[in-house]
């Protein structure tokens, strides 16, 4: 059959079997390098949200981005997908548009329309096309906010201009998507009515639930960003109080560990915070001490 023996390099007849596996081998290396610059994308994306994150969180704001998550597509799941959507694999590229795919969560609402502007207002990416599954809930009760970017990545072989998709939901509807794609891999698009008929009330319960967590939105802020605080503040006295122990005498800073503990147990953000500028203004001293002595 023409075909089913070929010759490796050592001049012997090599079995359809290993020319096949030789052949997928290849394909995967091959793959490999495709999904690399994906690869990339999804890490410079998931950082760069996770920092966002951070910056709010560190500058004592609330943060409209809860948790970021990222993937790249497995190969099956391209393959499967170009299938259903007749996409010749040359078209993959460009036809499917969540090889790099990132998931951003967000805890109410309302901070899904937040994360869509800044988004928007980014220069490092460009919004192709967004679709509001949020507003406009699948047939299946699924919610989302999609957003397809391109993306700019620099690879050995210069730079690339990638599709990724970016889905941005509230943890609630996280949690009903999570668990209807996992009934949608078990029974493969076919899901029993029943199922069916549970999910859709889950899916209007979470519409309820993000609307009673919404209405008590800004108290939850509140209380969330007092305690930010709050960890902030003691943060800064143990770090203040353990420089400290480097350069004033034992018994002072054991009068200034007594009174922190004191302080501490009233529970008092007011209290600690001047308790807070106090110790600054000590350790300033001794910095200033030490300048001193040093000239
Ligand atoms: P996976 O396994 O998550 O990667 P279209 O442009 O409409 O022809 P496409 O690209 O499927 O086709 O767009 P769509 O509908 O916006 O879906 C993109 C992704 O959204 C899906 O990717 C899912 O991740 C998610 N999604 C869409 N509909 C549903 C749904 O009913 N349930 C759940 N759980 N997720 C959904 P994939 O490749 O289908 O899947």
């Known amino acids: 059959m023409y075909g089913a023996v070929v ?21 995967i290396l091959l793959w490999r390098e ?23 969180r560190n500058q004592g704001l609330y943060s409209p981005i809860e948790q970021v998550t ?14 259903r959507k007749n996409v010749k694999l040359e078209e993959v590229e460009e036809r499917i548009s969540d090889i790099a795919g990132i998931r951003i969560i967000c805890q109410f609402v309302e901070d899904i329309q937040t994360v869509v502007e800044i988004i928007r207002q980014r220069t490092d990416m460009e919004v192709v096309s967004e679709r509001d599954y949020v507003h406009h809930m699948k047939d299946s009760g699924y919610r989302s906010y999609h957003m397809i970017i391109r993306y700019e990545v620099q690879t050995i072989s210069g730079s690339r201009r990638i ?27 076919n899901i029993p009515d029943h199922i069916r008929e549970k999910l859709t009330n889950a899916a209007n319960a979470i519409i309820s639930l993000d609307n009673e ?13 007092s305690s930010q605080i709050h960890s902030r503040l ?59 002595e040093e000239e």
Do not use: C
Request: no cysteine; proline share 1%.
């Open 213 to 225: 967590m919404s209405s008590v939105r800004s108290e939850i802020m509140d209380a969330q960003n």
């Open 70 to 83: 990222g993937r790249v597509k497995t190969i099956a799941s391209i393959l499967e997908k170009a299938q």
């Open 7 to 27: 010759y490796d390099s050592g001049g012997g007849p090599e079995s359809a079997a290993a020319a096949s596996f030789r052949e997928r081998k290849m394909e």
């Open 163 to 189: 599709l990724a998709e970016i889905q941005i939901r509230t943890l609630a509807m996280n949690f009903w998507s999570t668990i209807e794609h996992s009934l949608q891999y078990k029974y493969r698009e």
């Open 34 to 56: 495709i999904l690399s610059p994906y690869d990339l994308a999804v890490k410079e994306l998931t950082l760069k949200f996770e920092h966002l994150r951070s910056e709010y």
């Open 234 to 292: 003691v943060a800064d006295i143990l770090n203040n109080i353990q420089n400290l122990y480097r350069v004033a005498n034992k018994r002072e800073i054991q009068k200034i560990q007594d009174e922190f503990y004191r302080i501490y147990e009233l529970d008092d953000i007011e209290q600690l915070s001047r308790f807070g500028k106090e110790l600054d203004l000590i350790a300033e001293g001794y910095r200033a001490q030490s300048v001193e």
